[in-house]
């Protein structure tokens, strides 16, 4: 346990860095959940399908997932979402798993309700997926209290699980464009204003939030570093990540070149890097050629998504509702039956990270 509540040093972030050597993980989510709700409500959490998709995940050579939380879960059942997760460690733990838990994200829609999540929209990239808290939450901080409360919760329940990696404590702060690309015409000035209108209605409260994040767990002192991932150019927000984390993340779901001047960039700060989001295959992303390039550097990495489900994230973000199987698909591993999409990809995994079994 840490003894102070500031940000860890370099010397701090490069000693655990030692003891947690250079892997590769997925962004997790089960294939019978929509979104982050969806998979750790009590009516519809399955452990049985997450242990079968973990037991396919160490086949594959894989040894970590990120994965989403979200605070109306806690709010409304914080008991039940805590067994929810210790169940979720015990079944990562006994598999050798490492977690990285998000905890605030900006991305897709805000709609979320605590409750039976509606069925996906056939053909379109995670039609379900929620804001956590929000930009009705986001737009007024007075009521942020909960959010505090559900944070401190978190930090002092399992800020020392040596299972949890790290804290990824927002994601994609202040990404008001997602919902823009599943409208008919994302380049449209309709389209484009409606982006404008979120963010002067609620989303400019995300950097404070994000700040308080950061604020709240540390006064809580975990154990775990603490994140957030550079994913735009937005020099301003761009600073303030970089401020406040402790070991520097990043997404990049470019080709190969972009993804080494990303790499370089970032260790030129002199903390340990880590890539929290990659893979998008239309957009030579690809683990053929960027997963050499991470064992290669010593940044371990996240591609996004595992096994196709209800995110429907084999389509890339501009799909139009069609529910034809795609001729490339965009993210995701495995196919639903736990059969590879590309094995090739598969005996990349395995070999660069050791994890041979093919059984």
Known sequence: MRTHFKRWTKYQAWKWAANHPW?????????YAINQIEMWHEATFNRLVIAEELDWLVKCGLTGVRVYLHDLLWKNDAET???N???????CGARGISVVFTVFDDCWYDRATYGIQPAPVPGLHNSGWVQSPGDRVLADPDHWSYLEAYVRDLMR???????ILMWDLYNE??????PSLSQPN??????????????????????????????????????????????LPIQRLKATVLQLSDVITFHNYSGAKS???????????????????????????LVQTHLPIFKEHAVSCYNWGFVDGKTQTK????????????KVWFHDLLKSDGTPYDAEEIRVFQELTGGKSKS
């Open 315 to 326: 389509f890339t973000w501009k799909d139009r509702q069609s529910g034809d199987e795609p």
């Open 259 to 285: 993804l080494v001047k990303d790499i370089k960039k970032f260790k030129q700060l002199g903390r340990p890097v880590v890539c929290t989001e990659w893979l998008a295959r239309p957009s030579k992303s």
């Open 23 to 31: 892997h590769a993980g997925c962004n997790y989510t089960p294939r």
């Open 186 to 231: 994302p380049t449209s000035l309709f389209t484009k204003a409606k982006v404008l209108a979120r963010k002067f209605t609620g989303g400019y409260n995300s950097e404070l939030l994000l700040i308080k994040a950061f604020e709240w767990a540390r006064t809580e002192n975990p154990s775990q570093p603490l994140t957030s991932s550079v994913y």
């Open 85 to 91: 997760i210790r169940a979720f460690l015990d079944l």
């Open 173 to 178: 702060c202040e990404n008001f464009y997602l």
């Open 157 to 163: 329940t399992f800020g020392d699980d040596p299972r």
């Open 81 to 83: 979402f805590f067994a």
